[in-house]
């Protein structure tokens, strides 16, 4: 280790980047040398994430920087330009790397070895990771390694991340070559001058000499077992069929298998609130903990498992490779609506949330094309509508079926998604007809080979996007809910006299409503007269066409924030907190029973549906709105969205509600 | 001929990509450069894309982009 250490061109903490072709196993090798010890953020003044890790080399600890995918690094893209970038050390508070690891799969070696010739240009040294070595093996090919190195010039280490297979010899390979002048085989001479295409044949030419030298591929069509498979799920008839059969299991499994966990947590937020208000003095305190902060971010984090569902299958989508058959199944009508099959991608992702799926949509380059997607990309249903459609239907809807097996919160679930999806379309047509006018965009995608899913990949991948929901939760929501609960708190219109009953002052006394009703309670009282109340009072008139009252506005001027947060008003202003029943249909039951101001019922099946029809469609998320603007680098693409959006989801909600009621519905 | 006109099932050897656009570069950055063996496996539901094989591996290009690749006839 001596000699190393003297070679080594400085003693701080090692770079070490981490390159390789999308779908090459680079996220699983990296999870696999880092662990949990990672960090997620994006490169400076872009949204191109920037995952970065700790690793041992040796006795030297170094910082492993996943690069993202890439199959070129020409600049293309916004990807290929960072980790260019990255390559040569012109990211700000990012050091030039010591090493580069470039991840190639044995079974795609042609293709995967062309980064790795454009990798050579950088003048820094190279250790070639080569995986999926277990299915090469198994597909009886066979590799000299030894010969395939000495042809690349560079380190070559066979390692499977599952089996542990070469992960400590990567480290040592990495540890010789650092502070080594590189010589790889390849360099592009007489070519460099040459055209783009000529250097793309050059590469090329020296990769197959490689191969040739150092591989002896089995005749047996690997690709057999893929294939088979494809025959059915990209089958003329069956593949759409099973498209949508398996997006219906996938939200009828979140429903199912969620129930259990949440009603748990949502017992233990409430017993946790008793807990507060039995050990706190009584007073604004105990209030502003217990309804405040308990009730409002407990009421969001009580959706935390469905959400980990969700994200649990769509990495596990991602990760078998079906997702790209979802592209290549759905390409042609993308492409009717003037997008490109690209663009599935990023919208499949905004089915957990818009922010993601906004900056996935870098991968396409055609600039017309990308902000049309980016406008649409809030349509589809993502994760913060979950808990507003799982609170309405499971209040209206629960445990009905249709056919006598398939539950009708399953299909009403499936119905505001493809709601979404279908507005989202007609939207994308009107938009590529007129200001984003642009030809068919060009369409090149990898179908990857279908894999069982490394178990540890999906589940970091399902915990990494849990954790920016629960991160929100402790930031956004705990912020809204302690303005909410203050909103709602302020001004006092009642006295607090011993005993935790609150005797309503004069103002009370003197309104001439029926003192039977429930919603006279003094608590009633103090949220109608509150600054919250005036506000929900102040737009009853704009919303009272949909069927909403004042509560429900303020709910809703509460959602414009982040939509999860309705579930969280709608637990501070019916006192759910309060409430003394702790079975976990509190905010439900609430929901269920309560009256408007003239004693009626205010909630109806036909209200939770014009009111998930709005939230379907109106664009209720400051951090969408902040993404869309840097994203699209101006206030007027957000500014737009946001009106179009949200002036639509008026239109939708007043049709439903209006043309329910004129249907005999109420 | 071109990549578009190849039957489902048959193989032929990529003679040249046209077009000097980013697409272009990026179908010969994905390994369709002359003298490589391409396949055509299937179509997608709609007609477009298709599925071609190439290099061991697989590739969703669109008929329009496949009319830019001449192969071998």
Redesign the interface.
Known sequence: MDDIAANNHHDGPLTVALAGNPNAGKTTLFNSLTGLNQKVANYPGVTVERKDGHWRVGDRSALLIDLPGLYSLDATSLDEHIASDVLRGKVEGVAKPDAVIAVVDATNLERNLYLVTQLFEYGVPVVVALTMIDVFEKQKHEIDIAKFERSLGVPVVAVNASANRGIDELAEKVGDVIGTMPEPKFHLNGNADAGENAKIFARYNFISEVVQESVKHNDLDAHNFSEKIDRVLTHRFFGLAILVGILLLVFQTIFSWAEVPMNLLEQGFGAIGDTARALLPEGILADLIVDGIIAGVGGILVFLPQILLLFLFISILEDTGYMARAAFLMDKLMSRVGLHGKAFLPLMSSFACAIPGIMATRTIEDRRDRFATIMIAPFMSCSARLPVYTLMIGAFFAGQTVLGFISVSALLMLAMYALGIFVAVIVAFILKRTILNSPPPPFVMELPPYRVPNFRTVFQNMLTRAWLFVKRAGTVILAISIILWALAYFPRTEVLVPGGNASVNERASSDEQPTTNNELSPESEQLRNSYAGQLGHAIEPVIRPLGFDWKIGVALIASFAAREVLVSTLSIIYNVGKDENEESQTLISAIRNAKDDQGKTVWTPLTALTLMVFFVLAMQCMSTIAIVRRETNSWMWAIFMTVYMTALAYFAAFVTFQGGRALGFE | MTLRDLEIGKNANVIA?HGDS??S???????L??G?AVKV??A??????I?I?L????????R??AESIEVTG
Do not use: H, Q, T, W
Request: aromatic content about 6%.
């Open positions: 990509v980013a697409i570069k990026r179908l010969m950055e994905m390994g450069v002359p490589v496996v299937k997608a539901p709609f007609g477009d894309p599925e094989r290099r061991g591996y697989s590739l969703a290009v669109r329009n982009e």
